[in-house]
């Protein structure tokens, strides 16, 4: 009964579904999140008789990037430009970390406002005073949900050039003969179709925790608790 262990639960479901479905489900699955995005921020603008607050500016900037990257990550995904789109994974993590930010502070508005004036929210605090650098919000919301730390690690070497790309060149190994076969390309069809499921899951999953955090705002605005107390 618990809406958060339900969120969590769903997300494993997500993120186990492996081969049992192919590619193209996977893909449009996560296709149908965009009108999601859309639907969102419709909402969020109507909320309260139309009102609008600093965090909605913060909210529609991001409902722009998430439906963004979710956009070309399936381009890339359906070009079998696997490299680039993995890419996208660590940046879309990315929104969600720092928008969900907005909820450990103590004035969210504010918090809005200054990212507007440029100010990084690694130089903004909690409002229990601690600098919120990337370090700090993974190791927060891995504890409601462990993946964040994996997923984060990992697809940092794909944003930053590292063993993970010359990795990707072996298409093929013979440990008998003692030989490799190595790819340039852009198209990687030799990456395993299971691999290529938990990349479009893993980036599903986050992109439903950005909808989710969008949806909370949008109550809390629709909601206000001196609205309710009066």
């Given at each position: 009964?618990?809406p958060?262990y339900?969120?969590?639960?769903r997300?494993?479901?997500i993120c186990?579904?492996?081969?049992?479905?192919?590619?193209?489900?996977?893909?449009?699955?996560?296709?149908?999140?965009k009108?999601?995005?859309?639907?969102?921020?419709?909402?969020?603008?109507?909320?309260?008789?139309?009102?609008?607050y600093?965090?909605?500016?913060?909210?529609?900037?991001?409902?722009?990037r998430?439906?963004?990257?979710?956009?070309g990550?399936?381009?890339?995904?359906?070009a079998?430009?696997?490299?680039?789109?993995?890419?996208?994974?660590r940046?879309?993590l990315?929104?969600?970390?720092?928008?969900?930010a907005?909820?450990?502070?103590?004035d969210?508005h504010?918090?809005?406002?200054?990212?507007?004036?440029?100010t990084?929210?690694?130089?903004?605090k909690?409002?229990?005073?601690?600098?919120?650098?990337d370090?700090?919000?993974?190791?927060?919301?891995?504890?409601?949900?462990?993946?964040?730390?994996?997923?984060?690690?990992?697809?940092?070497?794909?944003?930053h050039?590292?063993?993970?790309?010359?990795?990707?060149?072996v298409?093929d190994?013979?440990?008998k003969?003692?030989?490799?076969?190595?790819?340039?390309?852009?198209?990687?069809?030799?990456?395993?179709?299971?691999?290529r499921?938990?990349?479009?899951?893993?980036?599903?999953?986050?992109?439903?925790?950005?909808?989710?955090?969008?949806?909370?705002?949008r109550?809390?605005?629709e909601?206000p608790?001196?609205?309710?107390?009066?």
């Open positions: 009964t618990n958060a339900r969120r969590e639960a997300l494993r479901l186990a579904v492996g081969s049992e479905k192919t590619m193209e489900k996977h893909l449009q699955e996560l296709e149908r999140l009108k999601a995005h859309l639907d969102e921020g419709m909402a969020v603008m109507k909320a309260f008789g139309g009102v609008g600093p965090f909605d500016f913060l909210t529609y900037g991001v409902l722009n998430s439906l963004s990257l979710t956009s990550f399936v381009t890339l995904m359906r079998e430009n696997f490299v680039a789109a993995l890419t996208l994974v940046p879309q990315d929104t969600f970390l720092r928008y969900a907005g909820w450990l502070v103590a969210p504010a918090f809005a406002t200054e990212i507007l004036r440029g990084p929210v690694k130089k903004q909690t409002a229990s005073g601690a600098f919120m650098t370090r700090f919000l993974v190791d927060h919301f891995k504890s409601e949900h462990p993946w964040i730390g994996r997923v984060y690690a990992e697809t940092s070497g794909f944003v050039f590292s063993e993970k790309h010359m990795l990707m060149n298409c190994t013979n440990a003969e003692r030989k490799a076969t190595f790819k340039i390309t852009d198209k990687h069809t030799h990456v395993p179709d299971e691999i499921v938990e990349a479009v899951s893993g980036f599903t999953a986050i992109t439903t925790l950005i909808l989710h955090r969008v949806f909370s705002w109550h809390t605005k909601n608790p001196g609205l309710k107390k009066d």
